[in-house]
């Protein structure tokens, strides 16, 4: 579909659960799917009668669990598509959901995601058959060899490792990134940790491999989260201007550099998410210094540092000095993570990339209370997954000359279900 064809897109509805570690509640997917779905219907103001698609998110499960999850909200015999894309799935479930309404398809549509998780690092869960990231980890021994650690902080830890050889970086620096998320957190009722640490105690945590410790690692965690888009036509006649989000988007997946280049930080995604921000950043016609807030995929403090050059919100070699100067929090140029991040909220694969998009939402909305960025205009999530692909979102107030209204009921601070939406 060329860009001249592509209709604007609006977010009318956002919702999530409160993210949890694995066991420490009793529910399973089909709760999660229907509290996150009944979140966003009601922040919409409409029935689930009006959704003429749905793509769900999920990384861990049996086919067709998104009809299972979805058939909670109701059976209208609509199209039903699931979706697994690592942990971009989230966010590629909402691409989906873009191209239909953006094509003309649909004039609304949901994107729901969820994740059932087993506690520990993540593990492969067919061992008869070719591995997806056999490549990647081949790649990565090529060059750095393979460590008695899980593959994913191997992964990532290279990168830091990369960065820190070709630039000085320090290993604090990284130290500095998940102390911030972790702070950031604290404000966040959706967050699966809201403990504050410092800087030692992030340093003086376990040593999980290269420069992470364990307080720079994402948990595994389960929980869901949803997003429904509308065409303009759609927000106009149900009068949503006041909470209508508009949202341009851009997906790209592995270039030939991740395997020949012979760099880390290539090989987990730089050049996926040098891309895709290009991308979604053109359509939306901005550049990375009309941005103010950002949710960005921290699996790991790493990952943040080598995206803030990715996103371009520094140049080559200057995360570090992005960081030092305070410019990835409240008071600098942008705020990084104002929720946590996946860090501290929380990292349910198949929620993530809803939960970044919800999040920059209610920021853009006037709605985050005491993570509220000041003098929002433009808001970024970016959702990273190995294997692989990267998705960008690119946010924007759809109506800016209508006037903002406050919900009676905020679901940006609580993390309850709303009166009225009950299950």
């Known amino acids: 579909m060329s860009e001249q064809k592509q209709r604007r897109v609006f977010v009318v509805g956002v919702g999530m659960t409160k993210f949890e570690k694995p066991g420490s509640r009793d529910w399973d997917y089909p709760d999660m799917g229907e509290e996150a779905g009944k979140k966003a219907l009601f922040d919409a ?83 008869d058959r070719t591995n997806p990231m056999d490549r990647h980890v081949e790649a990565m021994m090529e060059t750095r060899g393979f460590a ?9 830890g290279n990168a830091g490792i990369e960065h820190m050889e070709k630039f000085g970086t320090k290993p604090e620096t990284m130290g500095k990134i998940a102390e911030k998320n972790h702070r950031h957190s604290a404000e966040n009722p959706y967050s699966q940790f809201r403990d504050i640490y410092s800087l030692d105690q992030i340093m003086s945590s376990k040593k999980v491999y290269g420069p992470l410790t364990k307080l720079q690692c994402c948990p595994t965690s389960e929980g869901g989260a ?32 991740a395997f020949e280049s012979k760099s880390s930080i290539q090989l987990v995604g730089s050049d996926m998410t040098r891309i895709a921000a290009s991308l979604a950043m053109k359509k939306a016609n901005v550049t990375p210094d009309d941005i103010q807030v950002i949710e960005l995929h921290d699996c790991f403090s790493a990952n943040e540092l080598i995206t803030y050059e990715a996103l371009g919100l520094c140049g080559p070699g200057k995360a ?63 959702n990273v997954g190995l294997g692989g692909a990267v998705v960008v979102s690119v946010l924007r107030r759809g109506f800016p000359s209508t006037p903002l209204s406050q919900p009676k009921f905020n679901m940006a601070l609580v993390a309850d279900m709303p009166p009225g939406a009950k299950l």
């Not at 759609?234 to 209508?244: D, E, I, M, S, Y």
Request: include cysteine.
């Open 226 to 257: 949803c997003v429904i888009l509308a065409s303009e036509e759609f927000v106009r006649k149900h009068n949503l201007q006041a909470q209508a989000v508009e949202i341009n988007m851009a997906m790209a997946t592995d270039v030939p550099a």
């Open 45 to 127: 103001g409409i029935s689930f009668k009006e959704i003429e698609q749905v793509a769900v998110g999920y990384v861990y499960g049996d086919s067709t669990c998104g009809q299972r999850a979805v058939y909670n909200l109701g059976m209208r015999g609509i199209p039903i598509y699931n979706v697994n894309n690592n942990c971009a799935t989230g966010s590629t479930a909402l691409y989906m959901a873009y191209q239909f309404v953006g094509g003309g398809v649909s004039e609304c549509c949901m994107a729901l995601g969820f994740e059932k998780m087993q506690r520990g690092s993540l593990k492969s869960t067919y061992e």
């Open 148 to 156: 008695p650690a899980p593959p994913a902080p191997q992964l990532f």
């Open 320 to 382: 570090e000095e992005l960081v030092e100067s305070g410019n990835n929090t409240y008071g600098g140029k942008y705020v990084v993570n104002p929720s946590g991040g996946l860090i501290s909220k929380g990292h349910p694969l198949g929620a993530t990339g809803l939960a970044q998009v919800s999040e920059i939402t209610w920021q853009l909305r006037a709605q985050a209370g005491r993570r509220q960025v000041p003098n929002v205009r433009n808001g970024l999530a970016h």
